[in-house]
């Protein structure tokens, strides 16, 4: 019988299995996919690797750091974040600073903006209030102006949703700061007009240390699954959950698929951490639970993203990690090279293109006329131009984002409220929580996760 078996071999599953088996514990991880590392994990084609996005180490977590340095070893490549983002037909510092603000927008446009913070100050001041959606959340913290300015038309770009159809609980879990205004509100408080009501969430820091390999996000997950392997946990890759066996209120055991054989096999467990997508995992409990629960899955939805991972017969294209684009039918390109990644052969190299799309469209499916249409936007860009394109590999994700639809709060409740009642189950991660962590916090989950497991066995020895 297993200690742990841990559903979903993403970074936040693995620093579980880290955890648990330096304990001692007998652990099993189940993984879909054929290799470890979800969201992080690279994908290889030919002679290179290709991110599933920008996906790089923080040092924000020191002892999430430590340990993944002594894992990474030599692998490890420390990188100074230098990323941009295309504003009003320039480049500009990301986060937004606030001398960066003023230089973008027209005189007139700014002092709209401002006016328009400080009467949403002064409002949030005198009578705090509740908005009931994503609009409504971002206006209460920057204004109606720079709202308008600003975040509405790419918010509803980049989700297919309006933000006044997105929940405000958006804000708080997702939604970056903007660094310029942050200096505007410090000056308000100065004199007695301070933030009250929604927050959004830290932004990344102008100056800081990222770390990365030149293997690119894939090594810091292989690592992992090589260090938990050595310490003794069983790692099955290409397999899927079929089945959580439940009794008087726990889980007895798991039974699961390889997709590649066909084979079934049932593992007893003592506790079961997932990382999968919470509906999925509702989904295969057994007995099977109350149909309105079932009902509440379709309700909480996931955004895809389609990387398109271009090999580009130059030296270099951009000087940054990566760059945000506003205008263009991508969101984000990054090119890791730029951090460290080898690519072969010698004067190519590779673009990480994201874009958010739904499973099916044309995005998604690659067809000629979007591969042309981000092939035109490259080329308008000045990026590069479509003879420069040695290939095009098109990699998928359908649980990229968790989508926070206006009304979506009390069908998570109902599921979480239904997985609570497992006493020996913790539903973690991007999916198992319906959350936004990034690689640091999602590992910090899985620790504490494991830590939970590891002093209720201490408790009861």
Request: aromatic content about 8%; some cysteine; overall charge positive.
């Amino acid at each position: 019988m297993d200690d742990v078996v841990i559903l979903g071999g993403g970074v936040c599953g693995l620093y579980a299995a880290r955890r648990l088996t330096q304990a001692g514990m007998r652990v099993s991880i189940v993984e879909k996919e054929s290799r470890f590392g979800g969201l992080a994990a690279g994908i290889k084609v030919g002679q290179n690797f290709y991110d599933q996005g920008v996906h790089m180490l923080h040092e924000h977590d020191r002892e999430i750091y430590e340990d993944c340095m002594l894992m990474m070893g030599a692998e490890s490549v420390a990188i100074e974040l230098k990323a941009r983002i295309r504003w009003q037909g320039r480049f500009y510092r990301y986060p937004l600073q606030f001398g960066d603000m003023i230089k973008g927008m027209p005189p007139l446009t700014l002092g709209h903006a401002v006016a328009s913070l400080f009467l949403a100050q002064i409002r949030n001041k005198i009578a705090p209030w509740e908005p009931k959606n994503c609009e409504e959340a971002l206006i209460q913290l920057y204004g109606r102006a720079l709202y308008r300015y600003f975040f509405e038309d790419f918010t509803h770009r980049y989700w297919g949703l309006h933000p006044s159809r997105i929940s405000a609980m958006f804000v708080k879990r997702k939604m970056p700061r903007l660094t310029a205004v942050d200096a505007i509100k410090k000056l308000l408080g100065h004199i007695g007009i301070k933030e009250k009501g929604n927050r959004a969430v830290e932004s990344a820091l102008l100056s800081e240390t990222l770390h990365y390999s030149a293997t690119g996000a894939e090594a810091l997950p292989r690592c992992m699954a090589e260090s938990v392997s050595r310490d003794g946990a069983r790692l099955y890759h290409d397999t899927s959950l079929r089945a959580l066996h439940v009794a008087e209120g726990r889980i007895h055991s798991c039974e699961i698929r390889n997709s590649k054989s066909g084979k079934i096999k049932t593992i007893r467990c003592k506790n079961v951490i997932s990382t999968i997508p919470v509906t999925s995992l509702v989904e295969c409990i057994e007995p099977r639970v109350d149909e309105s629960v079932i009902g509440a899955c379709k309700y909480l939805q996931w955004l895809p993203v389609v990387i398109y991972g271009l090999l580009v017969k130059k030296e270099r294209v951009m000087d940054a990690l990566y760059t945000y684009y506003r205008q263009r039918v991508f969101h984000r390109i990054g090119e890791p090279k730029n951090a460290g990644l080898k690519v072969k052969p010698e004067g190519h190299t590779v673009l990480i293109v994201e874009m958010t799309c739904q499973e099916g469209d044309d995005k998604w499916n690659g067809s000629d006329a979007m591969r042309a249409r981000v092939i035109s936007d490259l080329e308008q860009e000045g990026l590069c131009q479509a003879d420069d394109i040695v290939e095009i590999n098109l990699i998928r994700n359908r649980h990229a984002y968790p989508v926070f639809a206006l009304g979506y709060e009390p069908y998570y409740e109902k599921l979480m409220h239904c997985l609570s009642g497992i006493e020996n189950l913790q539903s973690i991660g991007r999916q198992g929580a319906f959350t936004f962590p990034g690689m640091h916090s999602a590992m910090r989950m899985g620790a504490t996760a494991a830590d939970n497991i590891s002093k209720e066995k201490m408790s009861k020895s």
